[in-house]
């Protein structure tokens, strides 16, 4: 060592961080934009929970998965099988050669992502306009979603048991929607108000439409004419929104963003960076796994992961009691050498905002899938913080596969924080950390992440999936 120059020292000690654009051939560069483009489609497409398990059913189904028997026999190796739950959450998993007794592969994405949903009794007028009347979903900066086109999305329910589907505002010529803000010049008495309230929640109302019903005197001839539009468009009545799942969200394209491309610009890449690339290893496994291999996109994360259809909930912990009792084991036996990588966000390092962060400890873009070995708030509450050994594997498994990765937290200590759904995995007894992809303006109606960085999340789970890590 005493040989060595400071530079050759550096090289070996320094934990070295590399861009990705030095770190890829220009090959590899090419299937990374390639697969940018797929995602992108993927990403405007599916702007709900709804619309994105639906899309990896169709996908899952394509790829030769069939619906999970639970009286059925135990899976073979190389079976492929999924479980849809009610709609917005799915499971897919391929039977690998090695037994249940040595575990689960399992990576856990969200679907869901922050929006505006409609409340039971949306529409009223006043002020000679008609409006929605809604309830924020998720952590939102208010003031972002007024002002901006939004498109309506979601079902609605009827008693006879049918459902309507509707997406609205996404295609040229369709109809959008959109909450008012009040102009400069007359905003004298909002400037006045706290950051978090310029906008209140109540004050999220849609513009839906102003042209009142044309006959006689009657009252709210605009809430009319804009109910009996939805009657003759959609066959619902008021009452059908009691029943009705409605979701507003922003009326944007996905986007390459900036003179060289390399970065993507959309709505709900927290969390679908992470849920599609993991769909995608598992859906293109070729061969039959060592380890049986599970995908689940969840939903509900952005609330807290609580209901039927979030990883707080035991649908997860079914399906891989369903699969252990097919093979006369207890589900117990099964988890308790199972790994799991949380596949969701972390907040990419913003030069703009630098004091929100600890640079050293955050991530950044074009460096890499960011691991996460803890999240939470201040204190670690909210989070599983992952075991040295196992960060040492996961570590190992992404450089001896070529994958470019870097470690972060989510901002400073005292700044607040955030959690994911790796608690809830890793309460089952299952080994597990966060990984995934740096996100700029996350939460907002418009995020961005780096295609090198999606890229390398793919091929992160693609290697964990099919790579031995023992």
Known sequence: MKDKTAKELKELLFNKKQNGVDFMSSSELESCDKFAEEYKEFLFSCK????????AQKTAEAAGFKPFDEKGGALKPGDRVYVSNRGKAVILCVRGSRPLTDGIKI?????????????QCPVFEDGSLGFFKTHYYGGIKKYQWTAIPLSLHGRICKNDGSFTDICLGEKPGEPKFCITDILPHLAAEQYQRKPAELVKGEELNVVIGSRPFKTDDESDRIKLNILNLLYEKYGIVERDFLSAELELVPAFTVDDVGFDKS?????????RVCAYPSLAAITNIADTPEYTVMAVLTDKEETGSDGNTGLNSSYMKYFIEDLARLDGLEGRDVLRRSECLSADVNAAFDPTWAGAFEKS????????VCVTKFTGARGKSGTSDASAEFVSKIKALLENNGVLWQSGELGK??????????????NLDVDTIDIG????????????????????????FVAFFTKSIS
Do not use: Q, W
């Open 48 to 55: 709900t929970e709804r619309e994105a398990a639906a899309f």
């Open 107 to 119: 990576t856990a994405a969200h679907i869901d992502s922050p929006r505006i949903d409609l409340k």
């Open 263 to 271: 970065l993507i610009g959309g709505y709900g890449h927290d969390d």
């Open 361 to 368: 400890n955050a991530c950044k873009i074009n460096e890499g």
């Open 413 to 426: 200590v005292d700044a607040g924080g955030g959690g994911t759904v790796a608690m809830y995995v890793a």
């Open 437 to 460: 992809v740096p996100v700029l303006s996350m939460h907002s109606p418009y995020e961005l992440v780096s295609k090198i960085d999606l890229y390398m999340a793919y091929k992160a």
